[in-house]
């Protein structure tokens, strides 16, 4: 399905729920279906639940990750390159703005885009290694992460936004 290309003015198929056939009971979430005694049938769904993130579903089927609001983070922050079977490709927009307690963050190559003031003001990271992947670091991404000192971005990027490292005064490597 993955591989289709579909027109953009397939809308109704694009934002449509797809299920797929799972002749026995699925291990990952998901939407699947089967068929009891002759009659499609859809089989209940597996729901990851996760302790401190949240995921919201993107227009073109992938996820974007962001901190659970009134939870605490841990120091490293890890992103899973899934959730519900489906790819998380986008940090989003404030996803971990003035999470102090973020000292380090553990990324997947699923990732493609960091949003707006995704990191603004973690003042508790010191080093990112931005993954291969990540075609655009967006506006204010890491803005004000005041004791950021060394930066390693991935050969895939292709845009750093506006005011992505401003404030970082401590960014020498």
Same mark, same amino acid.
């Given at each position: ?112 885009? %960091?949003?707006?003031? &995704? @990191?603004? /003001? +973690?003042?508790? =990271?010191?080093?990112?290694? !931005? ?5 655009? %670091?967006?506006?204010? &991404? @890491?803005? /004000? +992460?005041?004791? =950021?000192?060394?930066?390693? !971005? ?5 845009? %750093?936004?506006?005011?992505? @490292?401003?404030? +970082?005064?401590? =960014?020498?490597?």
């Amino acid at each position: 399905w993955s591989k289709i290309t579909i027109d953009s003015s397939n809308s109704d198929l694009t934002s449509a729920t797809r299920y797929y056939y799972s002749e026995t009971e699925p291990t990952e979430s998901g939407n699947y279906w089967h068929y009891v005694d002759g009659v499609v049938t859809v089989w209940e769904a597996v729901v990851e639940e996760h302790e401190y993130l949240d995921f919201t579903l993107l227009d073109d089927g992938t996820y974007a990750v962001l901190a659970k609001s009134g939870v605490e983070l841990p120091a490293e922050v890890v992103i899973p390159a899934r959730f519900n079977g489906i790819a998380v490709t986008q940090i989003a927009e404030n996803g971990f703005k003035e999470r102090g307690e973020i000292r380090s963050i553990v990324w997947t190559d699923s990732l493609t885009v %960091i949003g707006k003031w &995704a @990191f603004g /003001s +973690c003042n508790g =990271l010191t080093q990112v290694t !931005i993954p291969q992947n990540v075609v655009l %670091i967006d506006d204010f &991404a @890491f803005n /004000s +992460c005041m004791n =950021l000192h060394t930066l390693v !971005i991935g050969k895939g990027t292709e845009t %750093i936004g506006e005011c992505t @490292f401003q404030n +970082c005064f401590a =960014l020498k490597n």
